[in-house]
Nanobody, 124 residues
Framework: QLQLVESGGGLVQPGGSLRLSCTASGFTLDYVAIGWFRQAPGKEREGVSCIRGRGAITNYADSVKGRFTIYRDNAKNTVYLQMNSLKPEDTGVYYC?????????????????WGQGTQVTVSS
């Protein structure tokens, strides 16, 4: 059974940090791209970051460059999103998703397997 499970969300003050995890089961991360998306209330889902090629190729939205880092642990079949210097506008539900054709894109429609999401709230 193909599955992605996110964890690590929570409530954090502005300037704080969180690390999100996305653990895959039923397939290996070696030959797919994994993207992180987020959705704030009343807004469309947006691409945050993406990784492919055993971690050699990464992409970031302009809004998170320099603050977020995506990386993977092959032994654990897990992709992480380290989020530093968090801002209130980073608040939302964060999802990880699989793109089996090895493509990183902001187009959520081309990702075929999604996790259930984890809530991130940045507030004082």
């Amino acid at each position: 059974q193909l599955q992605l499970v996110e964890s690590g969300g929570g409530l954090v003050q502005p300037g704080g940090s969180l690390r999100l995890s996305c653990t895959a089961s039923g397939f290996t991360l070696d030959y797919v791209a994994i993207g992180w998306f987020r959705q704030a209330p009343g807004k469309e889902r947006e691409g945050v970051s993406c990784i492919r090629g055993r971690g050699a190729i990464t992409n970031y939205a302009d809004s998170v460059k320099g603050r977020f880092t995506i990386y993977r642990d092959n032994a654990k079949n897990t992709v992480y999103l380290q989020m530093n210097s968090l801002k209130p506008e980073d608040t939302g539900v964060y999802y990880c998703a699989r793109q089996r054709s090895f493509v990183c894109s902001n187009n959520a429609a081309i990702f075929d397997t999604w996790g259930q999401g984890t809530q991130v709230t940045v507030s004082s």
